[in-house]
């Protein structure tokens, strides 16, 4: 089945519904955004816990659908439009959705880039999705990118039948707690995310010659004996060292140098 298509998979049950929120923090107190909420199975048992829903789905025909099935539901508020598109809560809300497989990474990354970023996030991914951002096996671009905002965790599996096409890939429940005091300062989100996406994409042996156009020939020296990162590749540097490469780097880096991270 084309990963497409897998936008199309929504949860059938609200029993499944249920089980999924009772592995939440969401409660009577939360704004909740929902991305995508297509038949309005999530939708309907959301706005039995929680102080207010606001339902983002593209599909018109579903649109039309929802408002009416949600007609009586004050709390409830179904808005047309394209997620990414889409200007984010200015007050605190939480996220619970069952997202378009095809656009996990952008969907995440508009988070993360956000001024005011959602207090907790529960979203149901595919399994790989969800291993990368919790950094399993090793960290990765997808991990490096989250934990300094966000502690990631896999807390639940959904059977493949509570779906209403049965997709051929594993789908989990995926928490992001925002941190009380994160790793970064945010006017140096935007820079950290070029630095860790170059490093990630230089297709390079190690992580030092990954930033080989980047870092001088002396910074590389310096970074590779400071933080003991001799023959490491990138998805081998621990989030800790990522982190404090990244905080050297950014305090003697000239515009030029930014500038390449860019490209």
Do not use: R, S
């Given at each position: 089945m084309p990963i497409a298509n897998l936008s199309q998979n929504f949860i059938k049950f609200p029993s499944i519904v249920r089980q999924l929120l009772g592995v939440t923090s969401i409660n009577k107190n939360d704004?909740?955004?929902e991305i995508g909420p297509g038949l309005g199975v999530i939708t309907q048992e959301l706005a039995k816990i929680s102080r207010?829903?606001?339902a983002v789905e593209k599909d018109k025909n579903l649109?039309?659908?929802l408002r009416i099935k949600f007609e009586a539901a004050d709390n409830v508020e179904i808005v047309t439009a394209d997620f990414l598109d889409y200007p984010l809560p200015f007050?605190?809300?939480?996220?619970?959705?069952n997202i378009p497989f095809s656009i996990t990474a952008k969907i995440v990354e508009k988070f993360l880039?956000?001024?005011n970023q959602p207090e907790e996030m529960y979203l149901l991914m595919q399994l790989e999705a969800a291993?990368?951002?919790e950094g399993i096996k090793h960290e990765t671009q997808s991990s490096i990118l989250v934990k300094p905002w966000y502690e990631v965790k896999i807390i639940g599996d959904i059977d493949r039948t509570s779906f209403t096409k049965k997709p051929q890939i594993d789908i989990?429940?995926?928490s992001f707690v925002k941190r009380e005091n994160p790793f970064l300062r945010d006017y140096l989100k935007s820079?950290?995310?070029d630095f860790v996406k170059y490093g990630f994409n230089q297709w390079q042996p190690t992580f030092i010659k990954s930033f080989g156009k980047i870092f001088t020939y002396k910074q590389a020296k310096t970074f590779e004996k400071k933080y003991h990162l001799t023959n490491l590749k990138p998805s081998e540097v621990s989030l800790d060292n990522w982190l404090l490469v990244f905080k050297d780097f950014a305090k003697i880096a000239t515009t030029e140098q930014i500038e390449k991270l860019k490209s």
């Open positions: 704004k909740v955004l207010q829903v606001i649109v039309e659908k007050d605190n809300y939480k996220v619970m959705a880039a956000a001024n291993e990368k951002y989990v429940i995926v820079i950290y995310f």
